[in-house]
């Protein structure tokens, strides 16, 4: 049986139905919005994970370009490895699903997202999530939903809910908040330098649109009709373990805070073995040390909010010393260091020209992308020995969070014709590393010579809630308190406002003052780093590295281009092959010419300007000759154009015969001296000897464009009549080279 709902957001109808399709899936539902049409289906196992103590959720977002009408481009012509916006879209189903499922749930649970259709103007990533909710909610998984999600735009001094693509691109901001009945669960944005307050205000915004996504889900579960919900079988604690625990530690867990990170570690490392080694004749290893560290966790939460000590001893809006450096690396083209206590992060920024652009095979219209941005933290950055393969979902949701706050601040491609790669290696992670990325990648940038609107630094939030309402809001929040604590909120952005901003809880979901005092603190920490950025290198170096291409740009006629490119690209290849520059060409005739050689790059521009330019009566040009008459020589004195030299015009006096004074393969050096109606140019070796003008020069009937002369008769004063080469009418058949010079 099927059933639909259907409810008008943002402008146009959201429709959810269920029932009709993947029947053995635990539940079902397609959402769609515009022509933009996704399939999500729940699946969770009936037992739980043995000797898992985490919830074993796995969200997948599976993209197919027949939705779009496209084949895959890659050799096997199929869908492979999911992309890098399948990934975020995973990312972002996962980080708002997550803290609604009950505490002591572990039984596998899969959610997968299959876009069917996309009109290309609407984007699948909210569909899904809605979907994720709406299917879990119609299941028999525990889940404390339903949650509804929406996209915010500011188009125009205005909100825009859901904002298609075409909107985006006017857009100040593009939000993405994800709540409950209750409270926002989730945000994610991107901004373009907005204040605070706008932000929240699109929070808030977003968030009662939600209410109207979550009676939508409501309405479809009292169709379909509400299903029994698995029991969570939450093991109760052991008084007696709880008991001898806590005698064995002898309250020394009080003397970790206030420590260093590696001396902390050390010390609950060594504790945690003394307090196993005590009482393992009762309980197993495993049971103790998860009663050890529920007991570091809810001292270290107690110590916060009652004492606001954190665990190195910091208040709640201490920041850890900070340190940058710049051009560390001498044959890079940038690099940046940046150092917050124990996160330290190495960026390296990469130039290249416009064929350097990544190409990009996904649902949207976007199909090339010309500011990249890489993120690596290898298990030495840790302290930890594991295997190093392709990067995981983390390390592409960093690196994609860390681009999209410093996208804003690339200059344009008219103003910088450059493709940009940053790659940001995490030496040391302690919290944050993200963040440290945007600052490492600021100075880098700097350090390059790229002219970046303005610096960006970012800074994480985290949070611990206790009883009665307490909060205490935590700057720069390191790696034991994110464990332990409730919330990391990531916010970047310049002096002037935000430009990124991810929020992950794992509380039910947070009030509206929390949030506004979280981006309050994240404010005041951004403009303390952008100081210590700015002592460091004030502004983006007027020169580029030595080692970085120069990239030049040249405009042409488009109708030139062919000339350019040459018959399956000959021409140009040999250009490259000459200069070893790399060479661009845009079908508006815009061509960027890249080269680290300055000279080569000169030489490339010389030799397009002269297949492309036109000839000019009075200008001197260096040809080859190629064809020979008994009246006078055909000169190729450009690329693809000839002209004919008079013997009279071959010499400063009287040439009896015209191989006295050339053969075919000479390069000699003529003016042109006449252009007529029909394209055709007379050349002259006489004027360039003896300085002569155009004007001095008599008129003749000139040769005709392409090689050698038309059928037309050309009259010889020695001879006396028009004639070819052996005293008969000159008809020259079209010779097979001149097809390859017809563009």
Same mark, same amino acid.
């Given at each position: 049986?099927?059933?639909?709902?259907?409810?008008?957001?943002?402008? &146009?109808?959201?429709?959810?139905?269920?029932?009709?399709?993947?029947?053995?899936?635990?539940?079902?539902?397609?959402?769609?919005?515009?022509?933009?049409?996704?399939?999500?289906?729940?699946?969770?196992?009936?037992?739980?994970?043995?000797?898992?103590?985490?919830?074993?959720?796995?969200?997948?977002?599976?993209?197919?370009?027949?939705?779009?009408?496209?084949?895959?481009?890659?050799?096997?012509?199929?869908?492979?490895?999911?992309? &890098?916006?399948?990934? %975020?879209?995973?990312?972002?189903? $996962?980080?708002?699903?997550?803290?609604?499922?009950?505490?002591?749930?572990?039984?596998?649970?899969?959610?997968?997202?299959?876009?069917?259709?996309?009109?290309?103007?609407?984007?699948?990533?909210?569909?899904?999530?809605?979907?994720?909710? @709406?299917?879990?909610?119609?299941?028999?998984?525990?889940?404390?939903?339903?949650?509804?999600?929406?996209?915010?735009?500011?188009?125009?001094?205005?909100?825009?809910?859901?904002?298609?693509?075409?909107?985006?691109?006017?857009?100040?901001?593009?939000?993405?908040?994800?709540?409950?009945?209750?409270?926002?669960?989730?945000?994610? @944005?991107?901004?373009?330098?907005?204040?605070?307050? %706008?932000?929240?205000?699109?929070?808030?915004?977003?968030?009662?649109?939600?209410?109207?996504?979550?009676?939508?889900?409501? !309405?479809?579960?009292?169709?379909?009709?509400?299903?029994?919900?698995?029991?969570?079988?939450?093991?109760?604690?052991?008084?007696?373990?709880?008991?001898?625990?806590?005698?064995?530690?002898?309250?020394?867990?009080?003397?970790?805070?206030?420590?260093?990170?590696?001396?902390? $570690?050390?010390?609950?490392?060594?504790?945690?073995?003394?307090?196993?080694?005590?009482?393992?004749?009762?309980?197993?290893?495993?049971?103790?040390?998860?009663?050890?560290?529920?007991?570091?966790?809810?001292?270290?939460?107690?110590?916060?909010?009652?004492?606001?000590?954190?665990?190195?001893?910091?208040?709640?809006?201490?920041?850890?010393?900070?340190?940058?450096?710049?051009?560390?690396?001498?044959?890079?083209?940038?690099?940046?260091?940046?150092?917050?206590?124990?996160?330290?992060?190495?960026?390296?920024?990469?130039?290249?020209?416009?064929?350097?652009?990544?190409?990009?095979?996904?649902?949207?219209?976007?199909?090339?992308?010309?500011?990249?941005?890489?993120?690596? =933290?290898?298990?030495?950055?840790?302290?930890?020995?594991?295997?190093?393969?392709?990067?995981?979902?983390?390390?592409?949701?960093?690196?994609?969070?860390?681009?999209?706050?410093? @996208?804003?601040?690339?200059?344009?491609?008219?103003?910088?014709?450059?493709?940009?790669?940053?790659?940001?290696?995490?030496?040391?992670?302690?919290?944050?590393?993200? =963040?440290?990325?945007?600052?490492?990648?600021?100075?880098?940038?700097?350090?390059?010579?790229?002219?970046?609107?303005?610096?960006?630094?970012?800074?994480?939030?985290?949070?611990?809630?206790?009883?009665?309402?307490?909060?205490?809001?935590?700057?720069?929040?390191?790696?034991?308190?994110?464990?332990?604590?409730?919330?990391?909120?990531?916010?970047?952005?310049?002096?002037?406002?935000?430009?990124?901003?991810?929020?992950?809880?794992?509380?039910?979901?947070?009030?509206?003052?929390?949030?506004?005092?979280?981006?309050? !603190? @994240?404010?005041?920490?951004?403009?303390?780093?952008?100081?210590?950025?700015?002592?460091?290198?004030?502004?983006?170096?007027?020169?580029?590295?030595?080692?970085?291409?120069?990239?030049?740009?040249?405009?042409? $006629?488009?109708?030139?281009?062919?000339?350019?490119?040459?018959?399956?690209?000959?021409?140009?290849?040999?250009?490259?092959? &000459?200069?070893?520059?790399?060479?661009?060409?845009?079908?508006?005739?815009?061509?960027?010419?890249?080269?680290?050689?300055?000279?080569?790059?000169?030489?490339?521009?010389?030799?397009?300007?002269?297949?492309?330019?036109?000839?000019?009566?009075?200008?001197?040009?260096?040809?080859?000759?190629?064809?020979?008459?008994?009246?006078?020589?055909?000169?190729?004195?450009?690329?693809?154009?000839?002209?004919?030299?008079?013997?009279?015009? %071959?010499?400063?006096?009287?040439?009896?015969?015209?191989?006295?004074?050339?053969?075919?393969?000479?390069?000699?050096?003529?003016?042109?001296?006449?252009?007529?109606?029909?394209?055709?140019?007379? %050349?002259?070796?006489?004027?360039?000897?003896?300085?002569?003008?155009?004007?001095?020069?008599?008129?003749?009937?000139?040769?005709?464009?392409?090689?050698?002369?038309?059928?037309?008769?050309?009259?010889?004063?020695?001879?006396?009549?028009?004639?070819?080469?052996?005293?008969?009418?000159?008809?020259?058949?079209?010779?097979?080279?001149?097809?390859?010079?017809?563009?």
């Amino acid at each position: 049986m099927s059933y639909r709902v259907e409810m008008q957001i943002g402008g &146009q109808p959201l429709v959810l139905e269920a029932g009709n399709l993947a029947a053995q899936a635990d539940a079902a539902v397609t959402v769609s919005y515009g022509d933009t049409l996704v399939l999500v289906t729940a699946c969770t196992a009936k037992e739980p994970r043995e000797g898992v103590d985490f919830l074993p959720l796995t969200v997948d977002h599976e993209e197919r370009l027949y939705a779009a009408g496209k084949i895959p481009g890659s050799f096997f012509r199929r869908e492979g490895r999911p992309g &890098q916006q399948a990934i %975020l879209t995973c990312r972002l189903t $996962d980080r708002l699903l997550r803290p609604l499922f009950p505490k002591g749930f572990r039984n596998e649970t899969q959610i997968i997202t299959t876009v069917l259709s996309a009109d290309q103007e609407n984007s699948a990533d909210v569909l899904g999530a809605v979907g994720a909710s @709406a299917a879990l909610t119609l299941s028999a998984t525990p889940f404390d939903g339903p949650v509804g999600t929406v996209r915010v735009g500011y188009v125009h001094d205005r909100f825009v809910i859901n904002p298609t693509y075409t909107q985006l691109l006017d857009s100040t901001i593009d939000i993405v908040v994800a709540g409950t009945r209750d409270a926002v669960v989730m945000v994610e @944005a991107g901004a373009r330098e907005v204040p605070e307050e %706008l932000v929240l205000e699109a929070i808030r915004y977003g968030q009662e649109v939600n209410q109207q996504v979550i009676d939508l889900q409501e !309405q479809l579960l009292a169709q379909y009709g509400a299903r029994p919900k698995m029991q969570v079988d939450v093991q109760a604690a052991n008084p007696e373990l709880e008991a001898a625990v806590l005698a064995a530690l002898d309250g020394r867990i009080d003397s970790l805070i206030g420590m260093p990170r590696t001396e902390r $570690d050390d010390a609950l490392s060594a504790l945690r073995k003394d307090v196993i080694g005590k009482i393992e004749e009762h309980y197993s290893p495993q049971e103790i040390r998860a009663v050890v560290d529920s007991r570091v966790k809810a001292t270290i939460r107690a110590s916060i909010l009652d004492r606001n000590v954190r665990p190195d001893g910091r208040g709640a809006i201490d920041i850890r010393p900070i340190t940058c450096a710049v051009g560390l690396l001498p044959r890079t083209h940038g690099s940046g260091l940046f150092t917050r206590g124990l996160t330290q992060v190495l960026n390296v920024v990469t130039l290249g020209s416009a064929g350097d652009e990544q190409k990009l095979d996904g649902l949207t219209t976007e199909e090339t992308k010309r500011f990249i941005h890489h993120y690596n =933290m290898p298990p030495f950055s840790t302290g930890e020995v594991k295997r190093i393969g392709t990067p995981a979902r983390r390390e592409v949701g960093h690196g994609a969070l860390v681009e999209k706050a410093l @996208a804003p601040m690339i200059p344009t491609e008219d103003d910088f014709p450059y493709t940009i790669r940053l790659v940001s290696e995490v030496l040391s992670s302690n919290g944050s590393t993200s =963040m440290a990325s945007v600052c490492a990648s600021t100075l880098s940038m700097m350090d390059a010579g790229v002219p970046i609107k303005a610096p960006v630094a970012g800074i994480a939030m985290g949070l611990v809630t206790g009883e009665d309402g307490r909060y205490a809001v935590l700057t720069d929040l390191e790696g034991m308190e994110d464990a332990y604590g409730d919330m990391d909120f990531k916010v970047a952005g310049t002096a002037e406002g935000i430009t990124a901003l991810q929020m992950d809880i794992k509380v039910k979901g947070l009030r509206h003052e929390i949030l506004e005092r979280g981006l309050q !603190q @994240a404010r005041e920490a951004r403009l303390f780093i952008l100081d210590r950025i700015h002592e460091t290198i004030s502004a983006s170096r007027p020169e580029l590295s030595k080692y970085a291409p120069r990239i030049l740009k040249m405009s042409i $006629d488009p109708s030139k281009i062919g000339l350019v490119i040459g018959p399956g690209g000959k021409t140009i290849r040999s250009i490259v092959e &000459q200069t070893k520059a790399s060479i661009d060409v845009e079908n508006d005739g815009t061509v960027l010419i890249g080269s680290q050689d300055v000279e080569q790059a000169a030489r490339a521009i010389a030799m397009i300007e002269s297949l492309t330019k036109d000839a000019e009566i009075g200008g001197i040009y260096t040809g080859k000759v190629t064809r020979l008459f008994s009246y006078g020589a055909l000169v190729e004195f450009l690329p693809g154009k000839e002209g004919l030299v008079h013997i009279s015009e %071959l010499a400063d006096y009287r040439v009896p015969s015209v191989e006295d004074v050339v053969k075919v393969g000479d390069e000699i050096t003529v003016m042109v001296t006449d252009l007529d109606r029909q394209g055709k140019t007379s %050349l002259s070796r006489r004027a360039v000897l003896l300085g002569l003008s155009p004007s001095d020069v008599p008129r003749r009937e000139s040769a005709p464009p392409g090689r050698g002369p038309s059928p037309r008769r050309y009259s010889d004063s020695r001879r006396g009549e028009s004639q070819g080469p052996g005293g008969q009418p000159y008809n020259r058949p079209r010779g097979p080279s001149d097809s390859s010079r017809s563009h």
